[in-house]
């Protein structure tokens, strides 16, 4: 059965810390891992996708890391802001959804 | 830059009550879906539709109808609520259901049976 799994479910930090999330999946086939940003009351938003062969990938303060063998993806926020507070939510393939995490960004 | 546009926000309907949530793109998507949010769960997969014409289930597809007569619109239709059915709703449509199919999400309908 196809799953992807979101560590941790919740995470508060102080504003201006960094922090990672974690999405581990066992999704076939794979054709890439999305993450998405949602802000309270609002519809998801991409942040980013990962294609199988890419490693790295940033986008302003948030860097995506894949590895395809060990199906692991990381999410890390570099210099967290208020703003930075939402669920982030992963997807592979484009169709299969983590339950997110709900990161809390306090002043 | 309309995008894909959801309504109702806010609906309250009482059991066994029918609604119709409206969803519309301007965007000239092929690919429509329709997802609710419950706490702890994620989204999860009602029904899709690739093209007008075609629609398909998902996941969680009982209680729930719809139907793609253009490539605009993709309502969903509640036929006899239930209070399992208060979630928030969320539309979504992608310019393709491969591998590279961002989606592009409406701003969500809540829904609440009493």
């Known amino acids: 059965k196809n799953q992807v799994e979101q560590s941790p479910q919740s995470l508060i930090i102080l504003e201006g810390k960094n922090c990672t999330l974690q999405?581990?999946?066992?999704?076939?086939?794979?054709?890439?891992l999305r993450w998405y940003k949602q802000d309270t009351g609002r519809g998801p938003v991409s942040l980013t996708i990962m294609t199988f062969s890419e490693n790295t990938k940033s986008n302003g303060r948030y860097t995506a890391t894949l590895d395809a063998d060990t199906k692991q993806s990381s999410l890390h926020i570099t210099a967290s802001q208020l703003s930075d507070s939402a669920s982030y939510i992963c997807?592979?393939?484009?169709?299969?959804f983590g339950r997110g995490t709900s990161l809390i960004v306090h002043p | 830059n309309a995008g894909v546009t959801q309504t109702p926000k806010f609906q309250v309907l009482k059991t066994g009550q029918s609604m119709t949530l409206q969803c519309a793109q301007d965007?000239?998507?092929?690919?429509m879906s329709w997802y609710r949010q419950d706490p702890g769960m994620g989204l999860r997969l009602i029904h899709y539709?690739?093209?007008?014409?075609?629609?398909d289930q998902g996941e969680v597809p009982n209680g729930y109808n719809v139907s793609r007569s253009t490539t605009e619109d993709f309502p969903l239709r509640l036929l006899s609520a239930a209070p399992s059915q208060t979630s928030v709703y969320f539309c979504?449509?992608?310019?393709?259901?491969?591998?590279?199919?961002?989606?592009?999400f409406g701003e969500g309908s809540r829904l609440t049976v009493l």
């Open positions: 539709s690739v093209g007008a014409g075609i629609t």
């Open positions: 997807v592979v393939s484009e169709g299969t």
């Open positions: 965007m000239n998507h092929e690919y």
């Open positions: 999405c581990n999946y066992t999704v076939s086939p794979f054709s890439n």
């Open positions: 979504a449509s992608s310019y393709s259901r491969g591998a590279t199919g961002e989606l592009f």
